[in-house]
C-alpha cells in the first residue's frame, strides 16, 4: 500500500522554465514532507522540507507547496538549470524529524540545455 | 566532515545464503536508519538504531537484523535471503534517536543480486 505517491515517472524541461514535481500522500498522520534529490552511483540528498504547519517553504530557486486539505505536495524550481536533472523523491513521516519515512517512487527530472 | 559511507557497493549471494552490509556514520551523527530501495521504487523504512538498540522497525521480518557499534557505525545482516531480497540498501545517518527536525543523510548504497 503506497502511501506516498509520485504519478509522473519523468518531467523534462527546458532550462530556464520551471519544473513543478508533484506528491500525493494518503495518510492524514503525515505532519514532515521532505524532498530528496538523487544523481546516479550516489545516495539521496535532502533538498527542503515542510512541516504541516506551513503551506510554503522557500529555499533560493525551491520552493515546496503543502496543500493538507487535497493530501499534495509539489516542488517548483525556479529557473531550471541543467545541474538538477536527477530523480527526486517525495517523502513524508508520521512524526516530525522521525526516521521512518515514506518515499515515493520517484520522479525524474530531465533539464533541457 | 566524512560523509556516510557503505560497504561493499556491490555483491552476488545465492537464495538462503546469508549477508552482511556495512555503514559507517557521518561525524557527530548519532543515529542510523537503513532502508532497501527495490528497482522502480523509493526507499523502504527497514529499521532505527540509536545508542546500539533498535529503537523502530518497518514491515520487514526478523530475518532482517542489525548491529549499531560504540563508533555509531553499523551493519545490516539479511539471513536466509530471498530473490525478492536483491535491491540498493541505504544507509542513512543522523542526530537525536528521531526525535526533533532532523534530516538523513544517505550513503550511496549497497546493491545485493540474489540469484
Known amino acids: 500500500d503506497q502511501q506516498v505517491k509520485q504519478n509522473s515517472p519523468s518531467l523534462s524541461v527546458q532550462e530556464g522554465r520551471i519544473s513543478i514535481l508533484n506528491c500525493d500522500y494518503t495518510n492524514s498522520m503525515f505532519d514532515y514532507f521532505l524532498w530528496y534529490k538523487k544523481y546516479p552511483a550516489e545516495g539521496p540528498t535532502f533538498l527542503i522540507s515542510?512541516?504541516?504547519?506551513?503551506d510554503k517553504n522557500e529555499d533560493g530557486r525551491f520552493t515546496v507547496f503543502l496543500n493538507k486539505s487535497a493530501k499534495h505536495l509539489s516542488l517548483h524550481i525556479v529557473p531550471s538549470q541543467p545541474g538538477d536533472s536527477a530523480v527526486y523523491f517525495c517523502?513524508?513521516?508520521?512524526?516530525?524529524?522521525?526516521?521512518?519515512?515514506?518515499f515515493g517512487t520517484g520522479t525524474r527530472l530531465t533539464v533541457i540545455p | 566532515e566524512t560523509g556516510v559511507t557503505q560497504s561493499p557497493t556491490h555483491l552476488i549471494k545465492t537464495r538462503g545464503q546469508q549477508v552482511t552490509l556495512r555503514c559507517s556514520s557521518q561525524?557527530?551523527?548519532?543515529?542510523v536508519s537503513w532502508y532497501q530501495q527495490a528497482l522502480g521504487q523509493g526507499p523502504q523504512f527497514i529499521f532505527q538504531?540509536?545508542?546500539?538498540?533498535?529503537?523502530g522497525r518497518g514491515n520487514f521480518p526478523p530475518r532482517f537484523s542489525g548491529l549499531q557499534f560504540p563508533n555509531y557505525s553499523s551493519e545490516l545482516n539479511v539471513n536466509a535471503l530471498e530473490l525478492d531480497d536483491s535491491a540498493l540498501y541505504l544507509c542513512a545517518t543522523n542526530q537525536g534517536g528521531g526525535r526533533g527536525a532532523n534530516v538523513l543523510t544517505f550513503g550511496a548504497g549497497s546493491r545485493l543480486t540474489v540469484l
Open positions: 561525524s557527530g551523527h548519532n543515529t
Open positions: 515542510i512541516s504541516s504547519i506551513k
Open positions: 517523502a513524508a513521516s508520521a512524526q516530525t524529524g522521525a526516521n521512518n519515512l515514506f
Open positions: 538504531y540509536y545508542r546500539e538498540e533498535e529503537n
